[in-house]
């Protein structure tokens, strides 16, 4: 690498730009990286600044919703508690009242006038709703017949100084208010329990004298009151349990409507469930009694008789069934769909008032033994063990066991309609501990539990009655609960916290705009003064460079001059000379130069005079040279010229014919693509169908599986040797395989099915013959009689049903996997492109069938496909070529026959020859068609459905594999194509 020479006017620049432009950059560079920082650091405060703010904001914001809903909370508990202490006493002073009532029945004289002029006076306003009631547009409620609205008066404070939080509230909407006796009869009863003398006052008790010792000539046959009447003592008060027929509900927890019925399989017949206000208007309402009873005494003083006054359960439901913990307060028909409703419980824990009737517990009219209550699903089996006493099942079971929402409620009670709540018993409903805690020392208070979808604020208060039996715990005559949707009461809160929200967003939304405001100052700043700083900077650099260029043109012009004189000598002018102006060095350098240039002047002369002699001489000799040189260059150029054409051409016509192949090979790949693009939607949904069959039966596994690995020990710890074999040949039974059946084909089996067991004298014989038809084992339901007679009959066969199912299941997961197995290899051979350029063994049915699996969903719906195939050797042939054509004709069939029709494919050995013929009912080729159909780009579809190259591309493959194409065709009947192709490649 050769030395790099500056000049010294260069290095005089360059030394003075290093001493004074170079700190200047740097100077100006420090000063940015300064100012840079300062900026970065100016604006992360401003944004840390803008976040604590922020954050501060939004903790006052939320500490003030906090507070504002734990005020709301301790405000409305205490609301809400008072009115359940407030009612649970006003119940007390009206039992009470019963008390005061008994004893003035005792001093008058026992006819059946006096008692009749004692009922006259006793009567209390009961809260009547008109009873009109309909079902809306959407079936899903029931709405009144004639609804009316109240104006919605504006009252407005009249005086400045009653404005602050005046408020005002509409009259309360009128109802109707009937007045109903208080008592359904008053009787005298002799010492041996024989009426003497009895007043009615309703139909719902007999007026007939009754032996009333016998307890079947009770009310619903379930009264024992004769028993405790012989052991008071004068003055003494006998006080019975809440007695009534209990009434079933059939649709529970929401509204008995006509979507609700459709939807769960039954009649709708609201009229044969239990009354649940709103929810069902026009149910059976729950009539029950509680009697009173006192001795008679003699003017001996001796006790002659008693006498007795059995009040109407309807005025002890009037405390409860009106009451709403919301701003509205009162209700005339109860709406225990909303969360917001009261209801009532006996000492023991039992629902004796409830806006649902159907949850009242009540007695079996026919035995008259208590009605089962509802039940978390593991006491169900006890239950039916107890043989149906209460007594003996009340001894068997703890009470209140570890009641947690994760249990549930027995299925099979809750299909039978009896829902009665017994809290002691329903351990899915752990506020029934809550409750009994609360109040079992004769107080009150109230929790927050989550229950029926919505956190509910519930309450209870013990009822201080203390007469007869309810004087034996501090609990009274029972508890009041309230229960109340916290959201009702948190609506003020959360309307403030929204306003917050919203002051907050704004408050933070300018804090952002100030940051970015005061940001974009800071940028603006700093490049405004990175600008200035730039142009100073530069402005001085260029000042510099002009002072060092001066001082470089004052040093350094002579020897510029004398450079400049040497260059002119250089091009040629030998007769410059320097001008010597001075003795210095300078001069004297321009005197040596002087002399050199006239002894090289010299020098010059008489090599020119040499050089002119040689090359005269080499004149005449290049002129031979080069006409030797021409004649052999054309003789050279006419032979190569020649080659250079003919390989030329060859290359060319290569290239075309490569392109052509190149060319075929893509049009046939694209030809498979468009045909698989508007098959993929299809085989989308051919995958998708055994999918969503693989995660249903996956669900039903699970569910069916977590059911069978609880129920089966048990099971089979309570079967005995023969029902146990009986058990297993009903599950091998199971296991059989069985023609699939129509959903009317298995209702009209169940019928049957279900009408002969009902003639075997098989219980809830429809459930059990739904089970028999699900095992396959109904052609030999005689067989399994001795298990549908058995005590545990129903835990049999649902255990034996769950079994099936998994197994069942598990058989349509391994079905689907199948198909879909199917498809996937169908899709991977359909799509595959071979690289290889042989021919290989090719089965010509396998490619049929994969095209055939990819054209299932189009084919499975309208169309008939028979299938005729001869078994034919392999031939060796291109795959994926072959596939093609057999997807075109495929595919031109089903379209000529619009989807709809007969296709048949026949696959023949003749003569060595493997002859394939696709036959379609379809509209039949047009004769003024016949001769372009395999024409390029020739088609009668609509544009965008086909190229016109599918035939064509057919034509080229088949004879590209040595055989032919043939068609015929009838107008209005269909086309069969035949394809022939040699079964070797030397055929």
Not at 635 to 644: K, Q, T
Not at 810 to 830: E, F, G, M, P
């Amino acid at each position: 690498m050769a030395d790099i020479s500056l000049s010294i006017r260069t290095k005089l620049i360059v030394i003075f730009v290093f001493i004074k432009v170079l700190p200047l950059v740097v100077l100006a560079w420090f000063s940015w990286n300064v100012i840079s920082e300062l900026a970065d650091t100016l604006g992360n405060q401003t944004a840390k600044m803008t976040e604590e703010t922020n954050k501060l904001v939004g903790g006052i914001a939320e500490m003030a919703t906090s507070n504002s809903i734990n005020a709301l909370n301790d405000h409305s508990r205490e609301a809400i508690e008072r009115l359940t202490t407030d009612t649970a006493r006003q119940v007390a002073d009206f039992l009470y009242g019963r008390d005061t009532d008994i004893r003035l029945a005792a001093g008058v004289e026992p006819d059946k006038e006096t008692y009749q002029r004692f009922l006259s006076h006793r009567t209390r306003g009961v809260l009547m709703d008109d009873g009109n009631w309909k079902m809306d547009a959407d079936k899903k409620k029931w709405v009144p017949a004639d609804s009316k609205t109240q104006n919605a008066l504006q009252v407005s404070a009249r005086n400045d100084e009653n404005r602050k939080n005046f408020h005002y509230r509409l009259p309360e909407p009128e109802a109707r208010v009937e007045e109903h006796p208080l008592y359904l009869e008053m009787t005298y009863v002799d010492l041996a329990g024989m009426e003497q003398f009895k007043v009615t006052t309703l139909d719902l008790l007999p007026d007939r004298l009754l032996d009333v010792s016998k307890k079947e000539n009770t009310f619903c046959k379930a009264e024992t009151y004769f028993a405790s009447l012989n052991k008071l003592k004068p003055g003494e008060i006998y006080v019975s349990e809440v007695i009534g027929a209990y009434v079933k509900g059939y649709l529970i927890g929401g509204a008995y409507s006509e979507d609700r019925a459709e939807k769960a399989g039954i009649p709708f017949k609201p009229e044969t469930s239990g009354y649940a206000g709103k929810e069902n208007p026009l149910g059976i309402r729950f009539r029950g009694l509680i009697r009173w009873a006192t001795p008679v005494i003699g003017d001996g003083g001796q006790i002659k008789g008693y006498v007795t006054l059995a009040l109407d359960h309807t005025h002890i439901m009037e405390f409860t069934d009106h009451i709403l913990p919301t701003e509205a307060r009162y209700c005339v028909t109860s709406d225990a769909g909303s969360g917001n409703y009261a209801f009532m419980w006996d000492y023991k824990g039992r629902n004796i008032s409830h806006a649902r009737d159907y949850f009242i517990v009540g007695y079996d009219p026919e035995t008259g033994k208590p009605a089962v209550p509802w039940l978390e699903a593991s006491l169900y089996p006890k239950w039916l063990e107890s043989n149906g006493s209460m007594e003996e099942f009340e001894k068997a079971v703890p009470w209140f066991d570890e009641q947690s929402l994760k249990k549930k409620p027995s299925s099979e009670l809750t299909r039978q309609g009896f829902v009665g709540l017994d809290g002691r018993f329903l351990n899915f409903a752990p506020q029934c501990t809550g409750w009994h805690t609360l109040t079992e020392h004769g107080g009150s208070g109230s929790f927050v539990i989550f229950w029926s979808h919505l956190w509910k604020l519930t309450t209870a208060a013990a009822i201080p009655y203390h007469t007869g039996i309810y004087g034996k715990h501090p609990r009274g005559f029972g508890f009041v609960t309230i229960g109340a949707n916290v959201d009702e009461f948190h609506k003020p809160a959360m309307e403030t916290a929204e306003k917050i929200l919203s002051v907050r967003k704004n408050f933070e939304k300018n804090l952002h705009e100030q940051e970015a405001h005061n940001h974009a100052l800071i940028q603006t700043s700093l490049n405004d003064t990175s600008i200035k700083m730039t142009v100073y900077t530069l402005v001085m650099v260029m000042l510099v460079i002009l002072i060092a260029l001066w001082m470089a043109a004052v040093l350094t012009r002579k020897i510029t001059q004398m450079i400049r004189g040497i260059r002119i000598f250089q091009k040629g002018d030998r007769t410059f000379r320097l001008q010597q102006s001075a003795n210095d060095e300078i001069g004297q350098l321009a005197s040596s130069f002087n002399q050199m240039a006239d002894n090289i002047q010299q020098y010059i002369e008489e090599v020119e005079s040499a050089k002119a002699t040689t090359e005269k001489a080499n004149a005449l000799l290049e002129v031979e040279v080069g006409e030797r040189r021409t004649a052999q260059e054309a003789l050279s150029r006419n032979r190569d010229h020649l080659e250079e054409m003919v390989k030329e051409r060859t290359s060319e016509l290569e290239k075309e014919i490569r392109e052509r192949k190149r060319a075929e090979k893509e049009l046939v790949h694209s030809e498979k693509m468009v045909a698989l693009g508007q098959l993929i939607a299809g085989i989308a949904h051919e995958i998708n169908t055994p999918m969503g069959a693989i995660k249903s039966s996956g669900c039903n596994i699970s569910d069916a599986m977590k059911k069978v690995l609880v129920d089966l020990p048990v099971l089979l710890g309570r079967l005995d040797q023969k029902s146990l074999l009986l058990f297993h040949e009903l599950l091998e039974k199971s296991q059989e395989e069985y023609p699939l059946l129509t959903s009317r084909e298995e209702r009209k089996l169940i019928r049957a099915v279900s009408g002969n067991l009902a003639g075997a004298g098989v219980d809830n014989s429809r459930h059990m013959a739904f089970f028999i038809v699900q095992l396959n084992a109904h052609e030999q339901w005689g067989r399994f009689l001795p298990l549908f007679q058995h005590e545990e009959s129903v835990f049999i066969f649902e255990t034996a049903y769950g079994l099936h199912t998994i197994t069942s299941n598990t058989h349509n997961i391994n079905q689907a996997v199948d198909r879909i197995s199917k498809i996937i290899y169908a899709l991977k051979s359909y799509i595959r492109k071979s690289d290889s350029k042989k021919k290989t063994a090719t089965d010509v049915v396998e490619g049929i069938e994969t095209v055939l699996t990819i054209y299932h969903n189009q084919i499975k719906l309208n169309t008939e496909l028979i299938r005729e195939y001869e078994s034919v050797p392999l031939i060796m042939g291109y795959p994926d070529e072959l596939n093609q054509v057999w997807t075109n004709l495929v595919h031109n069939a089903l379209q000529a026959m619009n989807y709809k029709g007969v296709l048949k494919i026949n696959v023949k050995n003749i003569n060595d020859q493997i002859v394939v013929s696709i036959t379609d009912t379809g509209c039949g080729i047009p004769a003024d068609h016949r001769g372009k159909i395999f024409k390029p780009f020739f088609t009668t579809k609509e544009r965008g459905e086909g190229s016109g190259l599918g035939l064509d591309i057919i034509n080229k493959i088949i004879k590209n594999h040595g055989g032919r194409i043939d068609w015929e065709s009838e107008v209005g009947k269909g086309t069969t194509f035949t394809v022939s192709l040699p079964q070797s490649e030397d055929a």
